[in-house]
């Protein structure tokens, strides 16, 4: 009898102070929703694994944080992939949709079907890594196309002057891959097959941002956003 008492008095205690289902008092996990955690909770939300390297997404998710300014529209060009892949992903991280992902070609002079070469120099013709905003659409030699505003300095601040733009060019095409083993090359423009060219301006025009990834330390070493 004796023994019994001494039981449930354990019993009654040991449930005061360690609740039944875990050993210790439940504390609850939380973090800031532009922690590293939290990028990865959205990167796996969105089933982009598989899709997008996660170290392009990282880079280009710490720049929405510091850069958006309430547009949800986040495109992400990622230059250490080949130009034989569909390499350019639009998203909307407010709905956690991937919208469109394409073709996009790199400039003459960053590389033949790799991208590994990059400037911000006039007449260079290459490709600028780093964050722009979208601007206004226009008509041009290259019919509709997108003004690009880069907004690093003495990585792609010089983008307005170079004419880097976004637009749809015939040499941006499977079978131009077909043919000759990648995809034309621009003087520096992500320039889209034409058939999504103006799907693509249209939903990233107007202030969102757009950013060009490759998979390099002196960038990084630059940039004052990443």
Avoid: W
Wanted: hydrophobic share 35%.
């Amino acid at each position: 009898m004796r023994t019994l008492v001494i039981s449930l008095i354990f019993l009654i205690f040991g449930n005061l102070f360690f609740p039944i289902g875990g050993g210790y008092p439940h504390r609850e996990i939380s973090f800031s929703p532009f922690s590293d955690d939290a990028c990865l909770l959205l990167y796996e939300q969105m089933n982009l694994s598989g899709l997008i390297q996660f170290n392009a997404f990282k880079a280009a998710f710490t720049g929405y944080k510091k850069l958006n300014n309430n547009n949800s529209i986040l495109t992400v060009i990622d230059f250490s992939l080949p130009s034989t892949q569909k390499r350019m992903y639009v998203l909307d991280i407010k709905h956690k949709k991937l919208c469109y992902i394409s073709y996009v070609t790199h400039g003459r002079n960053s590389g033949d079907n790799y991208a590994t070469s990059f400037s911000n120099r006039n007449g260079s013709h290459q490709s600028s890594l780093g964050f722009y905003r979208t601007g206004a659409t226009y008509q041009g030699g290259n019919g509709y196309s997108l003004l690009l505003e880069g907004l690093e300095e003495g990585i792609n601040d010089e983008a307005r002057s170079r004419a880097i733009v976004v637009h749809g060019a015939d040499y941006c095409s499977e079978q131009v891959i077909r043919s000759v083993g990648r995809l034309g090359r621009s003087h520096g423009c992500p320039a889209l097959p034409r058939e999504l060219a103006k799907p693509i301006i249209d939903t990233i025009k107007g202030g969102s941002l757009l950013f060009i990834y490759a998979d390099r330390t002196d960038y990084p070493a630059m940039s004052e956003i990443v």
